[in-house]
């Protein structure tokens, strides 16, 4: 079983309008981190923001938001007013446990296309 | 600045040759990582290391090897036992864990012909 699923292989938006990126995960760990990273076409991955899953308050950083539902294990992304910018490729993943270096596992992706 | 270099940007490689991405960070970070992307795949992990001369396969190493003689450096080479090499690589560092996530160079893509 896929340990992080992204079920939206593709999404479109209209600049200025939120946009919410699914993610799903499937772990048996209590403690764990969930990740969302953006990749533009140039290949680089960005980190945009964290989520433990012992912080009882979703994270925000400013635009990015994540919210956070433990019970149904899913942590989607809301970009709030899209920019032509923000089009790229969109990759949830998740550190289970809380060895210092354990590794990430990443979901498939999701393309996020924001129009004018 | 502090980050992560990997070179070439683009490579291409006869089949039957081995050939080898260099990765090299000066972040000081303790842990090192090899990911694969191909289109629709997202990333899947090759081999990563926590230590100085110690590394750990990750969930496709077949045809791939490492070597980590030195903390700034993560060298992966490409053998010709990677029947399907063509894919975009990408390497990362870390820190030990908790809220910190990777710090990933910008890529090489290899191209067999």
């Known amino acids: 079983a896929q340990k992080i699923t992204q079920t939206q292989p593709g999404m479109f938006v209209q600049e200025k309008e939120a946009v919410t990126l699914d993610c799903t995960y499937d772990t048996s760990d209590q403690s764990y981190g969930l990740f969302w990273y953006k990749q533009p076409s140039s290949g680089e991955m960005i980190f945009l923001i964290y989520?433990?899953?012992?912080?009882?308050q979703n994270a925000t950083e400013g635009r990015y938001s994540l919210n956070f539902q433990k019970a149904r294990k899913s942590a989607n992304l809301v970009i709030s007013a899209s920019q032509l910018g923000d089009s790229a490729m969109y990759f949830c993943?998740?550190?289970?446990?809380?060895?210092?270096?354990?590794?990430?596992?990443f979901g498939k992706g999701t393309m996020l296309l924001v129009s004018p | 600045d502090g980050g992560i270099t990997q070179s070439p940007k683009y490579l291409f490689r006869k089949e039957g040759q081995n050939v080898t991405l260099s990765c090299e960070q000066n972040l000081n970070h303790d842990a090192m990582y090899w990911y694969r992307q191909d289109p629709g795949q997202g990333l899947r992990l090759i081999y990563y290391?926590?230590?100085?001369?110690?590394?750990q396969k990750g969930d496709i190493a077949e045809g791939y090897s490492v070597s980590r003689e030195k903390k700034e450096s993560f060298p992966l080479t490409v053998t010709s036992a990677q029947k399907n090499p063509t894919a975009f690589y990408l390497c990362?560092?870390?820190?030990?864990?908790?809220?910190?996530?990777?710090?990933f160079g910008s890529g090489t893509r290899l191209t067999v012909v």
């Open positions: 989520q433990g899953s012992y912080d009882e």
């Open positions: 290391s926590q230590i100085v001369n110690d590394f």
């Open positions: 990362a560092s870390s820190i030990q864990g908790g809220s910190y996530g990777y710090t």
């Open positions: 993943a998740m550190r289970e446990g809380r060895s210092g270096y354990s590794t990430l596992t």
